[in-house]
């Protein structure tokens, strides 16, 4: 049972770095009609600019140290690039059943990472054969980025009049922490100079000390989109999107561009506090769990 979900698991990869292929190839081709992208960011070596934003569509591993891909761009595509981007999507949608049904038929409740996963899965069916073996470690498993294996690339609406990229600042994520879970999380540290440190200053607080857990989140890249319908109406619609997007058109769009407000310098960013930062100090209290006390701790 688990060796057939695991054969499957090897198939679906490899269909999937074939359709990475055959896009690829078809995005080198429309060069050859001169159809045009846009990589708004780009800081690279001049003329390659279309092997750059290839690469940030199909990547499907974690990058090496001082690696770095395209966060955004727009690919004019020929009807063939368009068709190969779907079977694409279509094979990354396989590839992600297959590593869902492996990690449903695994033991329940346990988080492992993949290739741990498949190792246990075989050891206890008893079946790992050699021709699996190798497949396996060509597949480099441990290595697949699975996030960017299930992405799927964009495909715009036809008929796009204008582009414009904007940022949408998530903040943090804030999540309530009483003083039990607070010394559970320390505990929980592997060094333990750093886990008697934060004991000690958790042992200076009142046992009714609520704190929270804020860790900040990256700003989200969004698109606000103006294009025609198939009856010649004007329609706009905002769309959440990841890394270089696909066109349907010959030609590129009216656009904007904005940089990421993160990457500005400090006194070109524009913060804004939510209604629970307002209530909590800017300052961790302890820095390594990112726990942070409320101001009005009387009232907690």
Known sequence: MFSVLVIDL???????????????????????????????AY????GGEREAAITSMIQLWHLEP????????????????????????????TFQSAIKAL??????????????????????EGKRTDELSLALKRVRISRLDLLRCYAKIRVLPRHLESLSWTWAKTHSSIVPVSM???????????????????????STCSQRERFVCKKKLPNQLRANLVYRDEDGK???????????ILSQDITLPRYIWRDNP??????????RLSRLDTHIESE????????HRYIDRGTQ
């Open 10 to 40: 090897l198939q679906s990869h490899q269909a999937l770095e074939s359709a990475c292929n055959e896009f690829a190839a078809a995005v080198r081709r429309d060069q050859e009609i001169e159809l045009p992208l846009l990589l708004p």
């Open 234 to 244: 004007r329609k706009r619609k905002a769309v959440t999107i990841s890394g270089v």
């Open 103 to 124: 990690r449903d038929a695994g033991p329940k409740g346990e988080k492992s990472r993949l290739d741990k996963l498949i190792d246990r899965v075989l050891h206890e």
């Open 180 to 202: 039990d879970e607070a010394i559970k999380m320390a505990q929980n540290l592997s060094n333990e100079e750093t886990k008697e440190t934060v004991l000690s200053l958790l």
């Open 66 to 93: 001082g690696e770095a891909l395209v966060d955004a761009g727009l690919v004019c595509g020929s009807a063939e690039t368009i068709a190969a981007a779907c079977r694409l999507n279509d094979a990354k949608q």
């Open 262 to 271: 993160d990457l500005l310098a400090p006194e070109a960013q524009q913060e």
């Open 284 to 291: 961790p209290f302890i820095k390594v769990l990112r726990l």
């Open 43 to 46: 800081s690279g070596t001049p």
